[in-house]
T-cell receptor, first 112, second 114 residues
């Protein structure tokens, strides 16, 4: 069974204080690893897809990286508007239904 | 917005009521999903529809009944729910004929069962 573990559960940052979120995964062949952002009371918003170890993707202050066992989401010089819950999900290559297995998320709070 | 809409956004219902959640995707995708999100827990996949055919029922109780009349619309019919069914219900869609594809989510329906 696919497993996704995110750490830490919560992260409080000062504006401008860079940090990283971790997503460890166990999957029988990785088709893709996905990062989402979720604001309170809203649905998850797609950020990145990573397909193979060594791949990196960037969007504004966010950078996602992937190894064979984990992914990191780096937040560089965060601003208060980066406050949200960040979700990681994996899709197994063996899944005929393309279903995603999600982690519980990391809630990031950025103080001005 | 993501192109996936859900109605209603909030719903309060008693345990004996019958209600339906509606989802519509405007992205031209061919697969749609229902997820349940409870506090501090990972999203739980409930149902998957591919080309209007249900391909996954993740051991969901029969008090939840999905319906997918076409590739753009998805319903979740609710009846005789329990208080523990209170959660955020999310609909998503994707294009499944690509090798790997992201899912796009709607804003969710916040359901409270009293």
């Amino acid at each position: 069974e696919d497993q996704v573990t995110q750490s830490p559960e919560a992260l409080r940052l000062q504006e401008g204080e860079s940090s990283s979120l971790n997503c460890s995964y166990t999957v029988s062949g990785l088709r893709g690893l996905f990062w989402y952002r979720q604001d309170p009371g809203k649905g998850p918003e797609f950020l990145f897809t990573l397909y193979s170890a060594g791949e990196e993707k960037e969007k504004e202050r966010l950078k996602a990286t992937l190894t064979k066992k984990e992914s990191f989401l780096h937040i560089t010089a965060p601003k208060p508007e980066d406050s949200a819950t960040y979700l990681c999900a994996v899709q197994a290559s063996s899944s005929n239904d393309y279903k995603l297995s999600f982690g519980a998320g990391t809630t990031v709070t950025v103080r001005a | 917005e993501t192109g996936v809409t859900q109605t209603p956004r909030h719903l309060v219902m008693g345990m004996t009521n019958k209600k339906s959640l509606k989802c519509e995707q405007h992205l031209g995708h061919n697969a749609m999903y229902w997820y349940k999100q409870s506090a501090k827990k990972p999203l739980e996949l409930m149902f998957v529809y591919n080309f209007k055919e249900q391909t996954e029922n993740n051991s969901v109780p029969s008090r939840f009944s999905p319906e997918c009349p076409n590739s753009s619309h998805l319903f979740l019919h609710l009846h005789t729910l329990q208080p523990e069914d209170s959660a955020l219900y999310l609909c998503a869609s994707s294009q499944r004929d690509r090798g790997h594809s992201e899912q796009y989510f709607g804003p969710g329906t916040r359901l409270t069962v009293t």
